[in-house]
């Protein structure tokens, strides 16, 4: 029983298949065949140069990142730095002024007066371009 319903099953799919290569022209099967094939080759290349790049990419990340973090620990200190010594001439500009009230004309605020540092977080004017400054440095340097 079960080997004569095997046997109408597969004749049953081999008239399908006949028939459907009937409806299919085969030139149209092999330039399909010769497109995906093509694509193939592309994607290959494509996946070889990313993965290139990739590798590159770890190489350089892996020479720099060093450099990356001891460049931002040093930014880190100098800010602290900065910072502290910044507080240190508050105090001393608010004990100078409590002294001497005429030493600092047209300055009522003291904190106001010495606090003229760039705010950091609002977007650089043009003028204030780092790339510009950058050029600028390196016209007078090379002058």
Known sequence: MEGAEERL????????????KALVDAGDVDSLKQLQ???????????AVLSHFNECSERCYAEVSGDFSRSTRLLKSMKADLDHIFVKLRGMKARLQA??????????DPEGFLDRRPDLESPLHPAEDPAIICNVAKQRWYL
């Open 37 to 47: 094939h093509l694509i193939l080759g592309r994607l290959q290349d494509c996946n």
């Open 9 to 20: 099953v597969r004749s049953a799919s081999e008239e399908v298949s006949r028939q459907f």
């Open 99 to 108: 002294t001497y009230p005429d030493a600092f004309p047209g300055s009522s």
